[in-house]
């Protein structure tokens, strides 16, 4: 079992930054990849950013530029800046973690809303 925990969702202006962070436990297997999805409201969950143990970073366009993804793997932890929020940013973020073996794993979600 792997239990993830989200912090530091809120309220922000168009245009501010936030930070989100997610501290994995549990079974967390060498190789793992980290990261965040989010879901709007009506909307279908989708990628935003992930991580692998070594560092290597992927991002989905609407992330790129904007958002930085990076990890403490001492403290298996992945932390999202995010600059430039726009409204459309507006969503619930959940973190994930896939082990090398597939299975994935979600957190509770936090819920970032971006004011106009």
């Known amino acids: 079992q792997v239990q993830l925990v989200e912090s530091g969702g809120g309220l922000v202006q168009t245009g501010g930054s936030m930070r989100l962070s997610c501290a994995a436990s549990g079974r967390i297997l060498s190789g793992n990849f980290m990261g965040w999805y989010r879901q709007a409201p009506g909307k279908q969950r989708e990628l935003v950013a992930g991580?692998?143990?070594?560092?290597?970073?992927t991002y989905v366009d609407h992330a790129k530029g904007r958002f930085t993804l990076t990890r403490d793997n001492t403290r298996n932890t992945v932390y999202l800046q995010m600059n430039s929020l726009k409204p459309e940013d507006t969503a619930v973020y959940y973190c994930?973690?896939?082990?090398?073996?597939?299975?994935?794993?979600w957190g509770q979600g936090t819920q970032v809303t971006v004011s106009s």
């Open positions: 994930y973690l896939r082990n090398l073996d597939a299975t994935f794993s």
């Open positions: 991580i692998s143990r070594g560092g290597s970073t």
